[in-house]
């Protein structure tokens, strides 16, 4: 069975830390490009930052620089170190796993929510 499990939210100070992380189960992690997407409340789902089967890394332009994805494939476990929280960082966080492959698979997670306020 696959799952994708998010956990280490919670509610943290502007300018505090949080650490993320998807534990991947029942799929080889090494094979897929992996994601961190949010989701505040009346907003689109917005990516937040990828790290490719090779360890390459891309941030959306509001994280560059605060966050950091990482991934431990023996672990299957993806990371999401959050730095320099604001406010507007307030959403529902989601990980999503993309088959490097030929064939469309796609997973998601349930979501851990962070909570961004004094």
């Known amino acids: 069975q696959v799952r994708l499990v998010e956990s280490g939210g919670g509610l943290v100070q502007p300018g505090g830390s949080l650490r993320l992380s998807c534990a991947a189960s029942?799929?080889?992690?090494?094979?897929?490009?992996m994601n961190w997407y949010r989701q505040a409340p009346g907003k689109e789902r917005e990516r937040v930052a990828t790290?490719?089967?090779?360890?390459?890394?891309n941030y959306a332009d509001f994280v560059k620089g605060r966050f950091t994805i990482s991934r431990d494939n023996a672990k299957n476990t993806v990371y999401l170190q959050m730095n320099s929280l604001k406010p507007e960082d307030t959403a529902v966080y989601y990980c999503?796993?993309?088959?490097?492959?030929?064939?469309?698979?796609?997973?998601w997670g349930q979501g851990t929510q962070v909570t961004v306020s004094l």
């Open positions: 999503k796993a993309v088959f490097s492959g030929m064939a469309l698979r796609n997973y």
């Open positions: 029942g799929f080889t992690l090494s094979q897929y490009v």
């Open positions: 790290i490719t089967t090779g360890g390459d890394t």
